[in-house]
């Protein structure tokens, strides 16, 4: 026997409620409501259970150990740990027009050990699809491509599916079930949908990408659960306006999280940039005053970006603090330190912020870059040539130990940077670099003016 049962679910958070409502009692936000039919079925007591249901640590355990699969994009690799595992599930996000889909289908070029090629588009038709393969020159005899958005019509298309296969379906947000009386796009029909593919995947032994949309926050659409279900996470992020796609690795059940991939956007489709580091520098100039380079780590890679800053007197009552690619709430911290610390005077002096590339930096190490760029534009003074920055400021105003430091400075001393400011105290007389160590933010204020 089977039932219907009518419950009132939020579209943004996701929580329930017995009957409708203007507005959501947790996120607060208005018309966010909506009413969801589920069919529930009796579920018996008495299931089934194998024999081998469960699995000892002593017993031979080289069956289930998982196949990595190489991709022909080796930054791809690198953010996925080494290639993709079979039976695992991937979500990508990004935002329109960022290139999603170019680069699915540059993925899915040639795998040799791929079975099969399976690409289901939920938004475009077959031919929208074979005319971006086309233009990107992409040949596989083992690619199949189907349009369909009905979850029940898609597994059942991949009953038959070979193990060691690739499944992209492109978007989660465009696929419904009968089973949920619920719009495409619904919370409910986000998770549904999502937790099919994934049981589909574990079970057949296949790899499965998701393609997500993102809110206008750069979130992935749908419940925060989404996220717990797949095994890895990944967003693609870069500016529309410029030539650079950063792919991070939010998540990664198979591998380092925080990693990222650099790739250029070309008319030919996606490019490998091999030396992110130099593509960021590109067009940096030495003479400009508010510019430092700062030495980060990406997961594993040591990558060097330049911070651009910019004070100026401002008019009104209340100053701005702006930051594109960095946190502006740690922009106000480091002003206030500034402030405190170095006796500046920012109250009345506008403070903007920007991370060239395109790039965004998360990373506290890039405290002392800030801080020595606003430094440098508040007295119209270039820092020294050939010079990187980096290290973690507290509200005492100390340059706390960064991690990494070696490959900070081999990255730099690379790229032809001889002198490093840093909290480092220990450096290898074989790297061949003039590191000065950094204790107090306020010893910036006398490289400032001796430079």
């Known amino acids: 026997m089977s039932a219907s049962k009518v419950r009132f679910m939020c579209q943004s ?9 203007g507005q959501c009692d947790v996120c607060k936000e208005w018309n966010s409501v909506a009413e969801e039919i589920i069919n529930s079925s009796e579920i018996s007591d008495v299931t089934a259970v194998p024999e081998n249901f469960f699995t000892t640590l002593s017993a031979n355990t080289d069956q289930f150990i998982a196949t990595r699969h190489k991709t022909k994009l080796e930054e791809l690799n690198r953010v996925l740990g080494g290639g993709l595992v079979d039976g695992s599930v991937i979500l990508l996000g990004g935002a329109p027009g960022i290139g999603k889909s170019t680069l699915l289908l540059q993925t899915v070029a040639d795998i040799d050990t791929v079975n099969e090629f399976i690409y289901i588009s939920a938004e475009e038709s077959v031919g929208q699809v074979l005319m971006r393969a086309q233009r990107l020159c992409i040949a596989n005899n083992k690619l199949k491509i189907a349009s369909s958005a009905n979850l029940t019509q898609i597994l059942s298309a991949l009953k038959n599916i070979k193990p060691n ?23 409910s029909q986000v998770r549904y949908c999502t937790l099919e593919l994934v049981n589909f995947a574990k079970s057949h032994n296949v790899m499965v990408i998701i393609v997500g949309h993102v809110t206008k926050d750069g979130t992935i659409a749908g419940p925060k659960t989404l996220e717990h279900m797949v095994d890895c996470v990944l967003s693609f992020e870069g500016d529309r306006t410029c030539d650079y796609r950063i792919l991070r690795g939010d998540k990664n059940r ?56 910019l004070v100026s007197i401002t008019g009104l009552q209340i100053p701005k603090r702006s930051a594109v690619g960095f946190d502006v709430n740690r922009l106000s911290m480091i002003v206030a330190v500034l402030s405190k610390r170095c006796r500046l005077q920012f109250s009345n002096k506008d403070v903007y912020i920007n991370i060239a590339g395109g790039l965004r930096i998360n990373e506290p190490s890039a405290d ?43 990255e730099a001393k690379k790229l032809g940077y001889n002198n490093a400011y840093a909290s480092v105290s220990d450096v290898p007389e074989a790297l061949g670099m003039n590191v000065t160590q950094i204790k107090y933010v306020k010893e910036l204020m006398g490289l400032i003016k001796t430079s």
């Open 165 to 187: 296969s690739l499944v992209i379906i492109d978007s989660i947000q465009t696929v419904f079930s009968d089973a949920i009386q619920s719009p495409p796009g619904s919370i």
């Open 13 to 21: 958070c996701g929580a329930v409620f017995s009957k409708w409502m």
């Open 368 to 410: 002392l870059a800030v801080a020595a760029s606003i430094i440098s534009s508040t007295f119209n003074s270039p820092l020294p040539a050939n010079s990187i920055f980096f290290g973690e400021i507290g509200l005492s105003g100390e340059v706390r130990q960064s991690y990494l430091a070696f490959s900070r400075l081999k």
């Open 254 to 309: 198979y591998g380092a999280i925080d990693e990222i991939g650099v790739f250029s956007m070309t008319g030919e489709g996606l490019k490998e940039v091999a030396n992110p580091s130099a593509a960021f520098l590109s067009d940096r100039n030495s003479k400009v005053s508010g510019i430092a380079v700062f030495s980060g780590i990406e997961g594993t890679r040591p990558i060097l970006s330049e911070i651009q800053a």
